[in-house]
T-cell receptor, first 118, second 111 residues
Framework: AQSVTQLDSHVSVSEGTPVLLRCNYS??????LFWYVQHPNKGLQLLLKYTSAATLVKGINGFEAEFKKSETSFHLTKPSAHMSDAAEYFCVVKITNAGGTSYGKLTFGQGTILTVHP | DAGVTQSPTHLIKTRGQQVTLRCSPKSGHDTVSWYQQALGQGPQFIFQ???????QRGNFPDRFSGHQFPNYSSELNVNALLLGDSALYLCASSLWTGGYTFGSGTRLTVV
């Protein structure tokens, strides 16, 4: 079975400073990994995804994440936070088995609430 | 191009009642998944429909059931509502091969 652990429930940064949201995963097979963002009373928006190509993945709004298999991590970063980045962020894993079959279930972490101070 | 449309956006039900939530997938998508997001939690997978059949199911009781129609739209039904069923219900559409688009959700409150 797969699982996702987001290491921080809340992260607070000042505008213009770097953002780091940490995520570790557990999977018996090759995972696809995603980061989604959820603004209040809104649906989930895909920031970026890793699907076994380049380990450094660039997403929208200046976010990027690095897949580190040896550390089973997929941390999300951004060099400079904006006020509009304040939201809840979810790390998500989807499993592809050894035969290449992709199971549809997405497993979400518990979420990290990002607060950005002026 | 319309994304995923969910209806209603909000509703309030009484314990023991039944509720039906609806989802219209993004144009071109043939697979619909449903997720329950309780307050302060990450979304939990309920089930997935493809070709009008339930293909995968999460750890939810039989009170939760669904349907997919020939036009790929889907319904989520919950019977005998409990207070603990209060949550945001999210629909995600995709192709069977992946690439998910989420709707804005239906906020269900059970009183």
């Amino acid at each position: 079975a797969q699982s996702v652990t987001q290491l921080d429930s809340h992260v607070s940064v000042s505008e213009g400073t770097p953002v780091l949201l940490r995520c570790n995963y557990s999977s018996s097979y090759s995972p696809s990994l995603f980061w989604y963002v959820q603004h209040p009373n809104k649906g989930l928006q895909l920031l970026l995804k890793y699907t076994s190509a380049a380990t450094l993945v660039k997403g929208i709004n200046g976010f990027e994440a690095e897949f580190k298999k040896s550390e089973t991590s997929f941390h999300l970063t951004k060099p400079s936070a904006h006020m509009s980045d304040a939201a809840e962020y979810f790390c998500v894993v989807k499993i592809t088995n050894a035969g290449g079959t992709s199971y549809g279930k997405l497993t979400f972490g518990q979420g990290t609430i990002l607060t950005v101070h002026p | 191009d319309a994304g995923v449309t969910q209806s209603p956006t909000h509703l309030i039900k009484t314990r023991g009642q039944q509720v039906t939530l609806r989802c219209s997938p993004k144009s071109g998508h043939d697979t619909v998944s449903w997720y329950q997001q309780a307050l302060g939690q990450g979304p939990q997978f309920i089930f997935q429909y493809y070709e009008e059949e339930e293909r995968q199911r999460g750890n939810f009781p039989d009170r939760f059931s669904g349907h997919q129609f020939p036009n790929y739209s889907s319904e989520l039904n919950v019977n005998a509502l409990l207070l603990g069923d209060s949550a945001l219900y999210l629909c995600a559409s995709s192709l069977w091969t992946g690439g998910y688009t989420f709707g804005s959700g239906t906020r269900l409150t059970v009183v």
